[in-house]
């Protein structure tokens, strides 16, 4: 049997990653499907409770590492369904301001529930998840660092 080179080990490891991350999406889009909320929009509301309102859409796409296009979109869409409202900043007019309505926060205290995610993370120990964490954390800050930012002028990850 071929030996596995280093590059592609690591690249294994990604895939892996990968299909974690994207199962646990599916399973809390699945979720939240019963609320009519994608879990993209889910995540944003998170975004806005967590810094305030009057956010703006860069500090979101900062937040969950998202392209200001993507965020974009995505905040459109969740005009469209009432769930926030966007205005121009007061004082510097060229500004948006992204604030929840009560729709948006009715939405957000039926995403509080994550129940799938709960479900998935349970299958690890107490100590497994602190290391699995301190390990996402290292890959996380070198993949910033990769990208030319700084992880310590980022605010932490915590989004309730």
Known sequence: MPEVSAVDRDYNLWVLLHQVSDIIFN?????????????????????????GDKVTPAQISRMIYRRPHSVSGIIDRMVKAGLVKKTKDLHKKNLIR???????????????????????????????????????????????????????????????
């Open 27 to 51: 399973a809390r889009e699945a979720e939240l499907q019963k609320y009519g909320l994608p879990a993209t929009q889910a995540e944003v509301l998170f975004v806005i409770k967590a810094i």
């Open 98 to 160: 992204v604030t929840m309505t009560a729709k948006g926060q009715q939405a957000y205290k039926q995403a509080l529930g994550r129940k799938s995610v709960q479900k998935i993370m349970a299958s690890l120990s107490e100590f497994e998840r602190q290391k699995f964490k301190s390990l996402l954390e290292t890959l996380r800050n070198k993949g910033l660092k990769e990208l030319g930012i700084d992880p310590k002028k980022l605010p932490p990850p915590k989004f309730v």
